[in-house]
């Protein structure tokens, strides 16, 4: 069992940066793909980035390319999302998410993860 604890959330301005940061609990964390989704009012759960177990390899939803990048500390059992020049229609509660996996594929269906962590809200203001 993995537990997944996000922090970073908050209020910012369009055009700024927030890092969130997601912790998880056990010994096995470099056996998880890990990915970030965000989940708007009134949409769907949508994919956002994922990170391979040893950082090798990366995917970027087109809508953060350039501006979100995914970053991971297996000694620290953390992952992050850096994220800047940040847009109004980036705000949702965002989620990590783990996936068990002896393979590189970063899966970008919520379907494919095994762990999700509780949420942290996001909000940018115009």
């Known amino acids: 069992q993995v537990q997944l604890v996000e922090s970073g959330g908050g209020l910012v301005q369009a055009g700024g940066s927030l890092r969130l940061s997601c912790t998880a609990s056990g010994r096995t964390f470099s056996s998880y793909a890990m990915g970030w989704f965000r989940q708007a009012p009134g949409k769907e759960r949508e994919f956002v980035v994922g990170i391979s177990r040893s950082s090798i390899s990366t995917y970027y939803a087109d809508s953060v390319k350039g501006r979100f990048t995914i970053s991971r500390d297996n000694a620290k059992n953390t992952v992050y999302l850096q994220m800047n020049s940040l847009k109004p229609e980036d705000t949702a509660v965002y989620y990590c998410?783990?996936?068990?996996?002896?393979?590189?594929?970063?899966?970008?269906?919520?379907?494919?993860?095994?762990?999700w962590g509780q949420g942290t809200q996001v909000t940018v203001s115009s």
């Open positions: 998410a783990a996936q068990q996996t002896t393979g590189w594929v970063i899966p970008r269906s919520t379907y494919s993860y095994d762990y």
